[in-house]
């Protein structure tokens, strides 16, 4: 809202309803829960065929599907080498990329493992990389489409005990 002479007027009225994504393929990755799933839902209402990603549970994926009207299944392991290539198998190329996934371990830096290090370079850095990567050709050869990277408050304020995700998102 903004305030002008003392009135208050809407900025933008833009509603999901006024977004037609009729003929577009998104693939949200983390998107069986939280702001992954909304943006599904919201992509979903907007017309976009919508592949709904997790990779801790097929069942949860399976299950966010049954929430999203239309939506496919893409049941992928981000932390895992070849995860882009495995993407692209269930999605073939895609028009709107949203990188939403993400893993937090919570422990003073002192004590994150090297293990716990790679999990979260590759889940919340390299594998939206490696996506970018893999989706972005069609992109530019249909000369449209949409990448967001979904951020997080630890960009603005790092929990002491969360520098690897802070550093990193």
Known sequence: LCNKGGRQEMMNKKTVKDIDLKGKKALVTGSTQGIGFATAQILSEAGAEVFINGGTSEAKVIDACKKVKGSKPAF????????????????????????????????????????????????????????????????????WGRIITVGSVQQKTPHKDMAIYASLK
């Open 76 to 143: 992928c392991d981000l932390s895992q080498p070849g995860c882009a290539e495995k993407l692209y198998d269930i999605t073939g190329d895609i028009d709107i990329l949203i990188s939403n996934a993400s893993i937090q371990v919570r422990a003073p830096w002192e004590e994150i493992t090297e293990e716990d290090f790679d999990k979260q370079l590759m889940v919340n850095f390299k594998s939206a990389f490696q996506l970018m990567q893999k989706y972005v050709p069609y992109m530019k050869d249909k000369k």
